[in-house]
């Protein structure tokens, strides 16, 4: 059994110009490395190259067009960054089912390799703590736990730091419930990749 506190994570968010992971591709990485609660190293935030058209109604989500992505690195550049990041990491993020789905989907595409096809959801945590909560957006959560957060449109880098500070909130809450090792946590957060 190990401690929560003595465990790496990966809080992480990602943006996308769609929802499938098939036809649609990364535009933004955002990431917050934690040894248990405390920070274990800068944060991660990369913009990416879109190699397929960005959607409509992704633009309402995240405000990123063509244009502003033109110069960002391409996949075969950011992604590679961010999979080294994640070693020997345990992931946590919002709902990341999906952003699992576009992992998987982008290392087949450009040759990397993940390990993992399960992260933890922050959503199933909170819901933990918090069993009266009808919806778990991020919006919703902080609401909830008055954790100040202002924007217009989603920013990966942001919706990770969001969902650290969430951590941060709900985790004495967590304790006091008796959850303290990392095997309690993910026994109730754990949430597989979305399978197409």
């Not at 913009?47 to 397929?52: A, D, L, M, S, W």
């Amino acid at each position: 059994m190990k401690e929560i506190q003595k465990t790496r994570l990966l809080v992480f968010d990602l943006e996308m110009t769609g929802l499938s992971p098939d036809t649609d591709s990364i535009i933004e990485i955002g990431a917050v490395p934690l040894l248990g609660l405390a920070n274990d190293g800068d944060y991660f935030f990369t913009p990416v190259q879109p190699y397929t058209k960005i959607h409509a109604y992704g633009k309402k989500i995240h405000g990123l067009d063509g244009d502003k992505l033109a110069k960002a690195p391409p996949a075969e550049i950011a992604l590679p960054q961010f999979f080294k990041l994640m070693r020997g990491r345990i992931l946590i993020g919002q709902n990341p089912s999906l952003d699992l789905a576009f992992l998987w989907k982008a290392a087949k595409t450009i040759g990397g390799n993940i390990d993992c096809d399960w992260a933890i959801d922050i959503s199933k945590l909170f819901a933990e703590i918090h069993p009266d909560q009808k919806h778990f957006s991020l919006d919703s959560m902080t609401k909830k736990l008055h954790i100040e957060s202002r924007r217009d449109f989603h920013n990966a880098l942001e919706d990770a730091i969001i969902v650290a500070k969430i951590m941060g909130k709900i985790f004495p809450q967590l304790q006091k419930s008796g959850i303290y090792t990392i095997e309690q946590l993910v026994s109730i957060g754990k949430t597989r990749m979305k399978r197409f």
